[in-house]
Structures are given as structure tokens and as C-alpha cells.
């Protein structure tokens, strides 16, 4: 079994690139963009502004695997929206708006686990 570093070097060149790559995929269509605690902090302004500024301190497997789940929820669906729509139909639920409410709060990589889930089942 390879491991998470091995594979960014053989695929990505260097973490670095993998994290460029995951930010060309973190877009508004994709990223859920939360209130940073950190941006309520003094100083930390910057860092409120780039959503995706703390992928450098994010392992290499979970880089691997958010490259993994955007590039297929991009492939597929095209938009976190889209996704929703989908697991909103799925469940039958399209009739309640609450529903999507509680779906829109949930990260990309959650969403596309629930989807794969009702898909498997």
C-alpha cells in the first residue's frame, strides 16, 4: 500500500501542487465557506478572507481525499447545489424545505458520503 506522502509525489510532484490543485477546485461552487473563529480573532483578518489559507496545515491524506471527493462531485454534479438537489430527490423529501436547509449546512465531502451511502443502499 502506498502511502499519502508517496502518492502527492507521484501524482502531484509536491504538496504544495496537490494543495493548488484543491484550491482550483475549492470554489464558491464547491466550498462551503463557514465564519472562521479565527477571522472573529484580531490579526487574523487575512486569513478570514482566503477560506482555503489553512490547507497547509491539512495532512496529505486528507488533501488526497478532498481532491478525490471535489473532483468527483465536479464531475458529476457540477455544483454542491446540484448534489443537494440530488439527495433531496433521493430521499423523497423535495416537498420540505427544512430538509435542504439542514443539507446546505453540511460540508461537500459529508454530502458526497450521504449520496454514496443511499446510492449503495
Do not use: C
Amino acid at each position: 500500500m502506498n502511502s499519502p506522502s508517496s502518492i502527492v509525489k507521484s501524482s502531484f510532484e509536491s504538496k504544495a501542487q496537490l494543495i493548488l490543485a484543491v484550491k482550483a477546485l475549492a470554489t464558491g461552487d464547491l466550498w462551503l465557506a463557514h465564519a472562521s473563529a479565527k477571522g472573529a480573532r484580531e490579526g487574523a483578518a487575512d486569513e478570514a478572507t482566503d477560506t482555503t489559507a489553512g490547507l497547509a496545515r491539512v495532512s496529505n491524506a486528507k488533501l488526497l481525499k478532498l481532491h478525490r471527493v471535489f473532483s468527483a462531485v465536479k464531475e458529476q454534479f457540477g455544483t454542491r447545489a446540484k448534489l443537494i438537489d440530488a439527495l433531496v430527490a433521493s430521499d423523497g423529501h423535495t416537498g420540505d424545505p427544512g430538509y435542504r436547509t439542514r443539507l446546505e449546512k453540511y460540508s461537500v465531502p459529508r454530502l458526497y458520503d450521504l449520496y454514496g451511502g443511499k446510492k449503495r443502499a
